[in-house]
């Protein structure tokens, strides 16, 4: 592969109709962090987990940020297209369809960018407390993104310290205006992941699975 190669664990699918899932961990995770989950919410998919390739305070991640919630959205664009080439070599090298992307916090915030600046790499995207990547994406963007109609799950927590309520209602309107079918869901919860997030993820990849077949 090339210079968009990232550390990654890939584990194939063991059965033919789940979808392949994209596993983007959260700051201070790595590659191996999300293996679980995935197997938890989609059983016998193959799953592709790379590491990011930012280092905050020895802490990996997918893109720089400036403070808590203040990102450097210059980095977040090239990271979000360099982390996009590294998916679309891995699923061809893997011989797997384009994944839906599964990102938790930081990782949720490179997939909402990367469904904005390169829709064509994920077939949709279950987003776990995830907040709007680029201030301004359809301005400074090549083109407005096409969503055409793609999944996504946005699980927010009601007592998230790091989301506000606001910030997670404006990104499922902006993917939802790109063209996505948005559902956004608001749990009793905080910026750490429960039990009904697994169950919320679960049902809605089986039914996403069971609609593309
Ligand atoms: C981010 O930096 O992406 C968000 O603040 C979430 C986090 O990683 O804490």
């Known amino acids: 592969m090339t210079e968009s190669t990232f550390i990654h664990r890939f584990e194939p699918a063991t059965s033919a109709g789940s ?3 994209l596993l983007l961990h959260g700051t201070g995770g790595d590659e ?3 293996l679980g989950l ?3 919410i989609s059983p016998g998919s193959a799953l592709l987990s790379p590491r990011g390739r930012v280092l905050e305070h020895g802490m990996p991640r997918f893109f720089r940020r400036l403070a808590e919630g203040v990102f450097d959205e210059e980095d977040v664009r090239r990271r979000a297209l360099e ?3 590294f998916v679309t070599e891995a699923s061809k090298q893997y011989g797997i369809a ?3 992307a599964v990102g938790f ?3 949720a915030n490179i997939a909402a960018a990367l469904l904005l600046l390169k829709p064509d790499v994920l ?3 279950i987003l776990l407390r995830a907040m709007v990547p680029l201030s301004d994406p359809p301005e400074n963007q090549p083109a407005k993104p096409e969503l055409g109609g793609k999944p996504i799950l946005l699980l927010s ?3 998230d310290p790091i989301v506000p309520a606001s910030n997670s209602a404006r990104l499922a309107a902006l993917l939802s205006q790109a063209g996505a079918g948005v559902t956004h869901k608001v749990l009793p919860a905080g910026h750490q992941l429960s039990q009904a997030d697994v169950t919320l993820a679960r049902d809605w990849i089986g039914s996403v699975a069971a609609e593309a077949a």
Request: charged share 10%.
């Open 83 to 85: 982390l996009g080439d």
């Open 157 to 159: 927590g009601q007592a």
């Open 98 to 100: 384009a994944p839906v």
């Open 105 to 107: 916090s930081n990782g």
């Open 19 to 21: 979808p392949p899932l």
């Open 32 to 34: 191996n962090d999300l």
């Open 38 to 40: 995935g197997k938890m």
């Open 123 to 125: 077939a949709g995207a």
